[in-house]
């Protein structure tokens, strides 16, 4: 498998070492570009593609579908996103009840990391699983296996 196919296609299937090289390429270049301002972000958001191809191709060669990466997706925003909106609501519904606002607002803060955690945690987990499971050995639905080579050719 090349390069070109690694990155920007999700059909067939990978093995830990390729997921694991184009993770690292992947994360690389986030860092790199996390140091342009506006054009670096606009390029970061152009690797989730890529992303999405690497995942999809190693949840593939454990026999699973793609669809799978969706979970860490929207759990993670969903869960921030709703505890970022209780840091707001929960010290206003104290203030309108003659509550602690301050305590309902530190109480929300808290939860807000605690959600931060969680939705870390949950694309650790996820990318862990991915990343370390075995592959099936024999021919599944989406393709052969992989070489047992390094199966990132330059």
């Known amino acids: 498998m090349d390069w070109k196919t690694l990155f920007l296609s999700p059909e067939g299937r ?14 690389g270049v986030n860092m790199a570009l996390g140091w342009l301002p506006v054009i670096g972000a606009v390029i970061s958001l152009a690797t989730i593609y890529s992303s999405v191809c690497i995942h999809s191709k ?13 979970l860490p997706w929207v759990l993670g925003p969903v869960l ?18 003659s509550g602690e606002p301050e305590i309902a607002a530190l109480t929300a803060l808290g939860g807000f990391f605690v959600s931060c955690f969680i939705a870390f945690a949950i694309w650790l987990a996820f990318t862990l699983w991915v990343g370390c499971s075995l592959g099936q050995p024999r021919d599944n639905k989406y393709g052969p296996p992989p070489p047992n080579t390094t199966a990132v050719a330059l």
Do not use: Y
């Not at 997921?19 to 390429?25: A, S």
């Not at 190693?58 to 969706?70: F, I, K, N, P, S």
């Open 14 to 27: 990978i093995g830990r070492q390729a997921f694991w090289i184009g993770w690292l390429v992947l994360l």
């Open 80 to 97: 921030i996103m709703g505890s970022a909106l209780s840091i707001g609501v929960l010290p206003a519904i104290a203030a309108l009840t």
């Open 58 to 70: 190693r949840l593939h060669d454990m026999g699973q579908t793609g669809w799978w990466q969706v």
